[in-house]
């Protein structure tokens, strides 16, 4: 009686157990975020591939590594904090909301892959992609970041941050209305690189040995750097100067143009509103 | 690697701004990338000029914009048929003006001329085929080259004024302004500086076009100017910007 006893109690305690288990792996199914995962390879992953991104709202996460494909990751948790943010309706008595995935289409063709998102949605994208992928973004209403990538970058958002680290290559990035912010560790010779803003700071570190001709410009702020700039054609350059029925007319501009390490490739920092800083890296 | 040799070869009493323009070449033609497969645009435009070769006269004088459409669809053979061509160009100036300078010194000053004017044309196909590549980098490398073009010809310029119009990218954009500066003179840049300053989406770009029409104290633009400083619906900063432009235009 007893040993049947002590068995019914190790039978009910393992059976509270599983329920016990069984709940927390439920609980664990509604608290962790439902995410999309997609995985795309490029027709041909034997050469850099392009990956465009064009969202009217969200954000995007990129990072390089040394996969071959790339993997798309839409993160629910994040849609759904943004459903909240909005204007939602009341949930029917009885019944309960339902996550919608993120809703976003892939598309590959000649090494080339375009993502896009249904209107009117906010998607929040983390991508993986091969370190020598070619990019180009384009976000409306949502940041950017880029981390690890060595290859042309082209980011351009209305209403957002472009945060780039340990990136090389090029890049060529524009923020109406955000903060630029990249870290570049190294630069492809040669190639002309862009970063401007009209109500951000242009926040921009360098290789200590890079060598460029830079051209730097805020017309509301100030601009600050650590690299010895050699300051050129102060006085020509941004100096135009125009005769006309009632006179002459000079205009200086406030742009300054200066080489560092001996002069290299054009190097643009504007912004309207907002101040420049070019840092030495190592 | 190539134009160290050409360093060599060339006599010794040579201008030594030839042999810069010969060095500055070289290194403009080992700049071109070799451009990534077309896109679904691409493959569109391709479809059209395939369509138009097929309905064209056979003899159509080409046109910068005829020229545009063929590298835009065939890009990759294009652009490759381009460097050849400056490659083959380069020899050809080169062994001439080596041949003559060897045989014939006293008659090597027309010699010289055709090869600066072969040079010129050279440059000038170098930064308007890296004004279509499809990355932005290229096409800033290519709006630059233009500054260093000796007496650029109506095709620059007009590659320049298509870009302002319809680059894609905001800082190639605004590239093209500083590079349209040098031909502020002529009537049809001011008046696409007009144009442009109306149609831009981006407000940098409107700001920058509204200096560049102070700078050239273009009056006929006030009319444009008085409008997007009064549209509600303007930039803040674009409409501020343009009643300082009426300002100073007076």
């Given at each position: 009686m007893k040993t049947m006893k002590g068995r019914m109690i190790r039978i009910f305690n393992a059976a509270a157990l599983c329920a016990l288990l069984a709940s927390v792996a439920v609980a664990q199914q509604t608290v962790q975020p439902a995410t999309d995962r997609v995985t795309v390879p490029f027709s041909d992953p034997d050469r850099p591939g392009t990956l465009r991104v064009n969202l009217l709202d969200g954000t995007v996460t990129i990072k390089g590594s040394n996969r071959r494909d790339v993997l798309f990751v839409a993160n629910s948790q994040d849609a759904r904090e943004a459903l909240r943010r909005r204007q939602q309706p009341e949930v029917p008595p009885g019944m309960r909301r339902l996550t919608q995935p993120g809703g976003f289409g892939v598309e590959e063709r000649d090494n080339e892959m375009s993502v896009s998102s249904g209107f009117n949605r906010e998607i929040n994208l983390d991508i993986d992609v091969p370190m020598r992928t070619k990019l180009r973004v384009s976000i409306v209403d949502g940041g950017i970041t880029v981390d690890n990538v060595d290859s042309e970058i082209e980011i351009n958002t209305v209403d957002g941050g472009i945060t780039l680290t340990n990136v090389g290559g090029s890049v060529v990035a524009h923020a109406v209305d955000g903060r630029i912010t990249a870290t570049i560790a190294r630069v492809t010779p040669q190639a002309p690189m862009a970063f401007t803003s009209l109500d951000g700071d242009i926040d921009v570190t360098l290789p200590a040995a890079v060598k460029a001709n830079l051209r730097l410009r805020s017309d509301q702020g100030d601009v600050f750097t650590d690299f010895d700039v050699q300051v050129?054609?102060?006085?020509?350059?941004?100096r135009t100067q125009q005769r006309n029925g009632r006179g002459l007319r000079i205009d200086v501009n406030r742009s300054i143009y200066g080489t560092v390490n001996g002069g290299g490739p054009d190097f643009e920092l504007r912004t309207f509103d907002g101040n420049i800083y070019v840092r030495k890296g190592k | 690697m190539e134009h160290d040799k050409l360093g060599r070869l060339l006599?010794?009493?040579?201008?030594r701004r030839e042999a810069d323009e010969l060095d500055a070449t070289w290194r403009m033609l080992g700049g071109i990338d070799a451009p990534a497969p077309d896109s679904d645009r691409m493959r569109a435009r391709l479809d059209a000029v395939i369509d138009a070769l097929e309905h064209a006269e056979p003899s159509r004088p080409r046109t910068w914009f005829g020229f545009r459409g063929l590298a835009g669809g065939r890009r990759f053979y294009a652009v490759q048929g381009l460097a050849a061509a400056a490659i083959l160009l380069v020899g050809i100036a080169l062994g001439r003006f080596v041949m003559s300078d060897r045989t014939r010194p006293a008659d090597s000053a027309s010699e010289i001329a055709a090869m600066r004017s072969e040079m010129r044309e050279l440059r000038e196909m170098v930064s308007l085929s890296l004004m279509q590549q499809q990355s932005a980098s290229d096409r800033l490398k290519g709006v630059t080259w233009t500054g260093q073009l000796?007496?650029?010809?109506?095709e620059v310029v007009a590659a320049l004024l298509d870009g302002l119009m319809h680059d894609p990218n905001v800082n190639v954009r605004l590239a093209t302004i500083d590079a349209l500066e040098r031909f502020a003179s002529r009537d049809d840049v001011r008046r696409a500086a007009i144009e442009a300053v109306d149609r831009q989406m981006s407000p940098l770009v409107q700001i920058a076009l509204i200096d560049f029409l102070v700078k050239t104290n273009e009056r006929q633009s006030a009319p444009t100017l008085r409008r997007l400083a009064q549209?509600?619906?303007?930039?803040d900063a674009v409409r501020s910007r343009a009643a300082w432009g009426l300002q100073q235009l007076g």
């Amino acid at each position: 009686m007893k040993t049947m006893k002590g068995r019914m109690i190790r039978i009910f305690n393992a059976a509270a157990l599983c329920a016990l288990l069984a709940s927390v792996a439920v609980a664990q199914q509604t608290v962790q975020p439902a995410t999309d995962r997609v995985t795309v390879p490029f027709s041909d992953p034997d050469r850099p591939g392009t990956l465009r991104v064009n969202l009217l709202d969200g954000t995007v996460t990129i990072k390089g590594s040394n996969r071959r494909d790339v993997l798309f990751v839409a993160n629910s948790q994040d849609a759904r904090e943004a459903l909240r943010r909005r204007q939602q309706p009341e949930v029917p008595p009885g019944m309960r909301r339902l996550t919608q995935p993120g809703g976003f289409g892939v598309e590959e063709r000649d090494n080339e892959m375009s993502v896009s998102s249904g209107f009117n949605r906010e998607i929040n994208l983390d991508i993986d992609v091969p370190m020598r992928t070619k990019l180009r973004v384009s976000i409306v209403d949502g940041g950017i970041t880029v981390d690890n990538v060595d290859s042309e970058i082209e980011i351009n958002t209305v209403d957002g941050g472009i945060t780039l680290t340990n990136v090389g290559g090029s890049v060529v990035a524009h923020a109406v209305d955000g903060r630029i912010t990249a870290t570049i560790a190294r630069v492809t010779p040669q190639a002309p690189m862009a970063f401007t803003s009209l109500d951000g700071d242009i926040d921009v570190t360098l290789p200590a040995a890079v060598k460029a001709n830079l051209r730097l410009r805020s017309d509301q702020g100030d601009v600050f750097t650590d690299f010895d700039v050699q300051v050129t054609a102060s006085t020509s350059a941004n100096r135009t100067q125009q005769r006309n029925g009632r006179g002459l007319r000079i205009d200086v501009n406030r742009s300054i143009y200066g080489t560092v390490n001996g002069g290299g490739p054009d190097f643009e920092l504007r912004t309207f509103d907002g101040n420049i800083y070019v840092r030495k890296g190592k | 690697m190539e134009h160290d040799k050409l360093g060599r070869l060339l006599p010794d009493d040579i201008d030594r701004r030839e042999a810069d323009e010969l060095d500055a070449t070289w290194r403009m033609l080992g700049g071109i990338d070799a451009p990534a497969p077309d896109s679904d645009r691409m493959r569109a435009r391709l479809d059209a000029v395939i369509d138009a070769l097929e309905h064209a006269e056979p003899s159509r004088p080409r046109t910068w914009f005829g020229f545009r459409g063929l590298a835009g669809g065939r890009r990759f053979y294009a652009v490759q048929g381009l460097a050849a061509a400056a490659i083959l160009l380069v020899g050809i100036a080169l062994g001439r003006f080596v041949m003559s300078d060897r045989t014939r010194p006293a008659d090597s000053a027309s010699e010289i001329a055709a090869m600066r004017s072969e040079m010129r044309e050279l440059r000038e196909m170098v930064s308007l085929s890296l004004m279509q590549q499809q990355s932005a980098s290229d096409r800033l490398k290519g709006v630059t080259w233009t500054g260093q073009l000796d007496r650029p010809s109506g095709e620059v310029v007009a590659a320049l004024l298509d870009g302002l119009m319809h680059d894609p990218n905001v800082n190639v954009r605004l590239a093209t302004i500083d590079a349209l500066e040098r031909f502020a003179s002529r009537d049809d840049v001011r008046r696409a500086a007009i144009e442009a300053v109306d149609r831009q989406m981006s407000p940098l770009v409107q700001i920058a076009l509204i200096d560049f029409l102070v700078k050239t104290n273009e009056r006929q633009s006030a009319p444009t100017l008085r409008r997007l400083a009064q549209d509600p619906r303007v930039n803040d900063a674009v409409r501020s910007r343009a009643a300082w432009g009426l300002q100073q235009l007076g």
